[in-house]
């Protein structure tokens, strides 16, 4: 429960609401509104115009504040992407949800989360330890991020636009988030990342390497312990093992 809300103008003064206990960031709102037993005071980011999307060279950076929906729409975002956008949410969420909202409270089967994890997107995070210090930044990679979710206030995300992007799913129906997704991307140089969802509490990377390594069976062994009541490990591995060589076909 939302029991103080502030609506700073500036990022300084953003980080120093946020330096005080029990005290988070707002995005879209969609998850931390919900009714809960904890009481946490909320600084909504709404005017801190970070919800930019640009492109820099190779890279997209989006601004954290960024809509899923908003992303889904850019002619700059790669198909493959779209496609996981449309599995992470309905568009009623979407166009509330931020991308950082959605990475900090995203589990095993965000789609969204998953090709990110592939694509080795990196995270801008922003902190200020008490109201008096300094403002501190660091750039952190996805894959850094999933497992620990520092805190801080997320302030942009990058995603590189030089690589090839493929993304395969089964789920109970079209538009259910997936019980096995396989996202791949690869640069030029031929490394090949493949970032494997639909269980646990994050996406999880199966390999990062070379064209030529076996990407089927680094996505089987990723699902290798991967039971729940979505589906078994045994399923899940072949299923990965067969969504991987597609991606790896439509590179
Ligand atoms: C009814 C309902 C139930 C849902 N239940 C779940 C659920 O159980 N699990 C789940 O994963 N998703 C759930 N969702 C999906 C949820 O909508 C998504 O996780 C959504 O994408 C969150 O994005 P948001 O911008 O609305 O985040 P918010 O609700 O604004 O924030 C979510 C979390 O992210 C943090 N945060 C937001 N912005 C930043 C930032 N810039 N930097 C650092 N931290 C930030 C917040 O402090 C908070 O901890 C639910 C949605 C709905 C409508």
Known sequence: MITAYHRPKTLDEALALLSQPNTVPLGGGTLLSQPTTDSVHAVDLQLLGLNSLRVNG??????????????????????????????EAPLNIRNSATLAGTLVSCDGRSTFGTVLLAMDAKIAVMSKQSAVSS????????????????????TSISIPLNVKLAFEYVSRTPSDKP?????????????????????????????????????????????????????????????????AKRCMEAQ
Request: aromatic share 6%; charged share 20%.
């Open 135 to 154: 403002n501190q930044s660091s750039a952190i990679s996805v894959g850094e991020f999933l497992p620990l979710r520092p805190r801080g206030l997320i």
């Open 179 to 243: 019980i096995v997704c396989v996202a791949l991307a690869q640069w030029n140089s031929g490394r090949t990342r493949l970032a494997v969802g639909g269980f646990g509490k994050s996406p999880m990377l199966a390999m990062d390497g070379t064209a030529s390594d076996d990407a089927a069976t680094a996505a089987r062994n990723a699902f290798h312990e991967a039971n729940d009541d979505y589906g078994s490990a045994e399923y899940r591995m072949d299923v990965a093992s067969t969504l």
């Open 58 to 87: 190779n890279n997209l950076e989006l601004g954290a504040t960024l809509t899923l929906q908003s992303l889904l729409e850019s002619e700059h975002c790669p198909d493959a992407l779209k496609r996981a956008l449309k599995l």
